[in-house]
């Protein structure tokens, strides 16, 4: 029988605590113990591997990994070819982003799909079966293979699994869904790990492909304990700017894949439209004859995408310059502006600086440093960079240009739309030359502005 006690679980990270406290002492965050009536139960869980007995590694057989691809380019990229039976993932992004609608386009594209047979459940739990249909439609799917279920409840959504044996199964979403061996409301950190823990072990024993769809907090991170992105295998993470129609699918974890992968979509009347050459779209209204202007190449995953950087300095009015960035780590840029202060001599202290990753892209890598400088080094000087040049490197805290990783593909993704003068990393330079193409080597962050700007 089960036994229930109470505990004070912290909404941030999922901490019990047998008492309650202003702070967490586990995350250290303020006020955010709850009360919770936990129950617990010796068997909920049961081990997923028949045999205890200990065996030596080398002795165990691996069998190749299976996949059931989406048929969607873009999101296979992410996934690292498809889903994996068996495979757990765990989808968010902000309200009214297109998870929804990226998760039926794909399971439209895998039901009709001839040359395999996938049965597909959609367990909604925010909208009505009406609603889901309704949207199906709208995008003109062909959703004839796909079944739908209205539910919130696990155990009768575990039932209907174990009963149907699908090979795919979508939860959206998995905040709505509670435990009946819990007290607490749907939402909770108790429930959603709850849920999540189960379903993860129903997905495993029986080969199912699970995707759970996830909220989304202020800060951006999903709702929920952390222990949510460690349950399951991959996590995809589904961004874009509200006024922009460009969204980009990001993996953060994958057990079966590479991670830091890029999908790119483009949000149309009739749902997600893959972007197969997404550098071409962010460079389409480039503009090369304007100070602070600079194309570079940033590596997400396998993929190199080249986007327009733009910088604006200007002198500031006020006693403490503002220093404003979209799509670039603010400590990044503050430790750029420093390097060229030093070493260069281009001071913006009495000056406004503001950065823009044109299209709404999130730069995280430091090989767009070398970029960055140069676009305010020719704000500040009101001088113009060298027509069709690209640049890319990364910048050291003693003005040295450091190497980046997969060089040569960034050299080719930039060959490939037409740019005749890189500047890049001496270590970064071909062996073999290039025709038509000038490959410019800089070993220091004074070289590359000298080579750069007109």
């Known amino acids: 029988m089960a036994k229930s006690?109470?505990?004070?679980?912290?909404?941030?990270?999922?901490?019990?605590?047998?008492?309650?406290?202003?702070?967490?002492?586990?995350c250290f965050e303020w006020n955010c113990l709850e009360e919770q009536a936990v129950q617990t139960s010796t068997s909920r869980f049961k081990s997923l591997n028949k045999k205890s007995n200990l065996i030596n590694i080398n002795e165990v057989e691996?069998?190749?990994?299976?996949?059931?691809?989406?048929?969607?380019?873009?999101?296979?990229?992410?996934?690292?070819?498809?889903?994996?039976?068996?495979?757990?993932?765990?989808?968010?992004?902000?309200?009214?982003?297109?998870k929804s609608t990226l998760l039926i386009q794909a399971l439209s594209s895998l039901t009709k799909n001839p040359n395999q047979e996938i049965t597909a459940i959609y367990i909604t739990g925010e909208e009505s079966i009406e609603q889901v249909a309704m949207r199906a439609r709208r995008l003109d799917l062909e959703v004839s293979d796909l079944l739908v279920l209205s539910e919130i409840n696990l155990g009768n959504i575990i039932t209907v699994i174990e009963k149907e044996k699908p090979s795919v199964v979508v939860i959206d979403s998995i905040q709505t869904l509670f435990s009946e061996e819990l007290n607490s409301a749907p939402g909770s950190v108790s429930q959603v790990r709850e849920c999540a823990a189960q379903l993860t072990r129903v997905a495993k024993a029986n080969d199912v492909s699970m995707i759970f769809v996830g909220?989304?907090?202020?800060?951006?991170?999903?709702?929920?304990?952390?222990?949510?992105?460690?349950?399951?295998?991959?996590?995809?993470?589904?961004?874009?700017?509200?006024?922009?129609?460009?969204?980009l699918v990001r993996s953060i974890k994958n057990r079966y894949g590479a991670v830091n992968e890029l999908g790119i979509y483009s949000m149309t009347e009739k749902g997600l439209k893959e972007i197969l050459n997404p550098?071409?779209?962010?460079?389409?209204?480039?503009?090369?004859?304007?100070?602070?202007?600079?194309?570079?190449?940033?590596?997400?995953?396998?993929?190199?995408?080249?986007?327009?950087?733009?910088?604006?300095?200007?002198?500031?009015?006020?006693?403490?310059?503002?220093?404003?960035?979209?799509?670039?780590?603010?400590?990044?840029i503050s430790m750029i502006l420093a390097v060229l202060n030093k070493h260069l001599g281009l001071s913006c202290h009495s000056h406004d600086v503001f950065l823009n990753a044109v299209g709404g892209v999130k730069i995280s890598e430091p090989g767009v440093d070398l970029a960055v400088l140069i676009a305010i080094a020719s704000s500040l000087q009101e001088k113009q960079v060298h027509s069709k040049t690209l640049i890319f490197g990364e910048v050291?805290?003693?003005?040295?240009?450091?190497?980046?990783?997969?060089?040569?593909?960034?050299?080719?993704?930039?060959?490939?739309?037409?740019?005749?003068?890189?500047?890049?990393?001496?270590?970064?330079?071909?062996k073999k030359t290039i025709d038509d193409v000038e490959l410019i080597p800089v070993d220091n962050i004074k070289n590359a502005l000298n080579a750069a700007i007109k």
């Open 5 to 26: 006690k109470t505990l004070y679980q912290c909404q941030q990270c999922g901490g019990h605590s047998s008492k309650w406290q202003g702070q967490c002492p586990h």
């Open 62 to 98: 691996i069998n190749e990994i299976f996949r059931h691809p989406t048929n969607n380019s873009e999101l296979d990229r992410v996934l690292g070819g498809g889903l994996v039976p068996g495979g757990v993932t765990l989808i968010g992004g902000d309200p009214g982003i297109g």
């Open 215 to 247: 909220h989304v907090t202020k800060e951006g991170s999903i709702a929920g304990p952390r222990v949510l992105e460690h349950i399951v295998d991959t996590v995809l993470y589904f961004e874009g700017e509200s006024n922009s129609s460009y969204r």
């Open 279 to 332: 550098s071409a779209i962010f460079l389409s209204e480039t503009s090369f004859d304007q100070a602070g202007s600079v194309v570079t190449v940033m590596q997400e995953g396998t993929r190199p995408i080249l986007i327009e950087l733009q910088a604006l300095v200007d002198e500031s009015k006020q006693s403490s310059p503002k220093r404003l960035s979209v799509g670039l780590e603010n400590n990044r």
């Open 396 to 430: 050291g805290l003693g003005g040295e240009v450091r190497p980046v990783v997969r060089g040569q593909e960034r050299i080719q993704e930039a060959i490939k739309l037409g740019f005749k003068r890189i500047i890049l990393p001496r270590k970064n330079l071909p």
